[in-house]
C-alpha cells in the first residue's frame, strides 16, 4: 500500500513535470513569433509613420477562424485606425481587420499554414507625449481565445525643439485638418509629380499657343472676311465659354473625329509613352485643349499691340522698300513684343492655375494628386500643400511681371518709380533736378 501510495505520487510528479515541459516549449515557440518592430518616424514632427512587423505563425494548427491580436499601449490610440491603416503581406488572404480599446484584430477565415511568415504594417498610431519604450503585445488563437506570443518594443524619441513646436500642431483641431505638418510631409512627393506633369503641360500647351495665337491675330485684321470671320469666331466661341466644357468636349469628343485613331497608330512609340502613369494620348489632349485655349486670348493680346503701334511706322517702311511680312517681322512685331511682353507673361500664370481643371478628366496634375491624399487622409492639408506648389512659380512670375512693366514704362516713357522719386526727392529736399532739366544755352541765348 506505501509502495502504490509512492508510485502515485511519482507518476503525478511526472505529469505535472512534463506538462511545464511542454508549456515552456510552446511558450518559447510563441515567444519568438513576433520579431522586433521597424519604426519609421516622420522627420519634420517626430511623429510615428509607420510600424514594420514580422509575424512568424507558431506551429500550432487551429480550427478557422484564427485571429492576431497586436495590444498597442492605450498612449498610441490604436483604437482611432481603420482597415486601411493595416497592412498584410504574405502567402495568406488578407484578414478583416478591427480596431478596438483592446487592440487591433486581423481576422483570419483561412488560417496561415504554421511556420509561414506575415509582415504587417501599420500606419496612423498616435506618438506618445513623453519619450521612452512602449511594448506591443501579440495574441494568437482560436477567436475570442487568443494567448500571448510574444511582445516588441517601439521606442518613441525625446522631440527637438522644432519637432515639438511641429506636433503640437497636431493637437488643434483646425491647425491638424487644414495644416497637419505629417499629412503635408507624406503629401509632398505625389505632389511633386502632379507639380511635373502640370509644368510639363504648361510649357508644351504655350508653346504652341503663341504662334497659333499670332496665326489668328493676323487673320482677324486681314481684309478677307474669308480669314477674319473663322478667326472672330473661334475667338469669341472660346473666350465666351467656360474651359472646363471644352475640355469635357475636346477631351472626350475628339476619339470620334475621323482620323484620329489612324493619327494615334502612325504615331507608333510617340503615341506609347508614359510619365508618372499618365499615357501620351491623354497629354496630347490636354496639350490640344490648352493650346487653343491659350491661343485665343494671346492672340487679341497680339491684335491690340500691334494696333497700338501708329500706322506711321508700317507706312515708313513700306516707302522704304520693304515688303509687308518684312515690314512686320523686323519693325512693328518688335515693338509689339516689348509692349505686349507683361500681358503675355500674365496670360502664362493664368495658363499655369488653368492646369487644374485637368483633374476633371482623370490626369493626374498638381490638384488631381491633392484630391487623391485629401480622400485618403480624410483632411484637407494636401490642398494647402498644392497652393504652396503654385504659389512656388506664381510669385516669382508675377513679380517679374511687375519689374519688367517697370522697365519698360522706363524705357518708352522714361519715366518711372525711379525717376518719380528722384523727382519727389529733388522738390521736398531741394536737391538737384535730373540732367535733363538742368541744361542751359552754351552760346549765352536766353532760353524761350
Known sequence: MFQYRIARRVSHLLAVAFTLLTLSCASAAFASALSSADVTYVPVTGTIDRVFMEFEVPDVTYEPPVALVLQFPDEMRADRLRGTDIRVAGDVRPPAVSSTAEGVVLSFNVAPAPGSELEIRVSGLTTPDEPGDY????????RGDEVEVGEVSVEAPQPNPIQAALRAMEHVPFLRQFFSPTIIWNALPLLWRGFQVAVLILAVSYTFGIPLGLTLAFMKMARFKVLRWPATAF??????????????LVYFGITFVPGWSELMGALGPLATWQIYA???TQFYRAFLV????????LAEI????????????LEAARSLGMTWPASMAFVIIPQTVRRILPTMMSEFILLFKDTSILFAVGIFELTLQARTIQA???NMSPYIAAAGFYLMLTIPLGRFVANLE?????????????????????????????????EQPTDGATKR
Open 135 to 142: 511594448q506591443v503585445t501579440a495574441l494568437w488563437g482560436p
Open 235 to 248: 475667338i469669341d466661341v472660346v473666350r465666351g465659354t467656360p474651359l472646363l466644357v471644352q475640355l469635357l
Open 278 to 280: 499618365i499615357d501620351a
Open 290 to 297: 490648352l493650346s487653343f485655349n491659350s491661343s485665343a486670348y
Open 302 to 313: 497680339f491684335r491690340a499691340g500691334i494696333q497700338s503701334i501708329h500706322k506711321g511706322q
Open 376 to 378: 485618403a487622409t480624410f
Open 406 to 438: 517697370e522697365r519698360l514704362s522706363v524705357a518708352e516713357t522714361g519715366r518711372g518709380k525711379a525717376v518719380k522719386r528722384a523727382l519727389f526727392g529733388g522738390r521736398l529736399f531741394g536737391t538737384a533736378r535730373p540732367q535733363a532739366d538742368q
